[in-house]
């Protein structure tokens, strides 16, 4: 089992570009969720989505949106981008979209804007 | 608001100590809580969650609901223990969002 995967690794975007990142989930795990990571503080999320269905959503600008595709998997486009966009973004999956279900995480995508 | 509140950013103790992560919680209704754990170079894995009551590698936490606490303990420290430790506050039941801590650092030395 080789867990979540994201890829790219690693990014350098410029100010104003458009980014896709992705995400699969462990077999079986319906439920992905999103999110961002900046230096020094704690992930802070961005999407859930379960059954290709969005269930939540954070406290981030329309210039963030995700999907999820019919084999569970999931990307997030972040369109003009900024400098503060800056961040790790990480992909976490669940086998079921409960609350005290166990979240695993991917190695995350660490995106530099310049 | 929603929020957790790790108030140590960093948290030094020798080998065998007894260590305490504090965590405190702002949420009105039951919350589903966890106690997340990255170690050096390895991704963000979970430690415990307060529903589970279990103890995992000797560490245990339990939620006081009236000090709004869900602090992470450990009799006797180990030096593998050093990691960044995440408090984390799922508010929804129906779905899988977490509210995270910053985070404490814990270092263990010997």
Not at chain 1, 2 to 11: E, F, K
Not at chain 1, 52 to 59: A, C, F, P
Not at chain 2, 58 to 77: I, Q, V
Request: one cysteine or more; glycine letters at 8%; proline letters at 4%.
């Amino acid at each position: 089992d080789a867990g979540v995967t994201q890829s790219p690794t690693h990014l350098i975007k410029t100010r104003g570009q458009q980014v896709t990142l992705r995400c699969s989930p462990i077999s079986g795990h319906k439920s992905v969720s999103w999110y961002q990571q900046v230096l020094g503080q704690g992930p802070q999320f961005i999407f859930q989505y379960y059954e290709k269905e969005e269930r939540g959503r954070g406290n981030f600008p329309d210039r963030f949106s995700a999907r999820q595709f019919p084999n569970y998997s999931s990307e997030l486009n972040v369109n003009a981008l900024l400098l503060g966009d800056s961040a790790l973004y990480l992909c976490a999956s669940s086998l079921t979209g409960r609350a005290d279900t166990e979240a695993f995480f991917g190695q995350g995508t660490r995106l530099t804007v310049v | 608001a929603q929020r957790v509140t790790q108030p140590e950013k960093l948290l030094s103790v020798f080998k065998g100590a007894p260590v305490e992560l504090k965590c405190n919680y702002s949420y009105s209704g039951s919350p589903e809580l966890f106690w997340y754990v990255q170690y050096s170079r390895q991704r963000l894995q979970l430690l415990l969650r307060h529903i589970s009551r279990e103890s995992i590698k000797g560490f245990t936490a339990d939620l006081n609901k009236g000090e709004t606490s869900f602090h992470l303990k450990k009799p006797f420290a180990q030096e593998e223990d050093s990691a960044m430790y995440y408090c984390a506050l799922n508010p929804s039941q129906a779905g899988t969002a977490l509210i995270f801590g910053k985070g404490t650092t814990l270092s263990v030395s010997s």
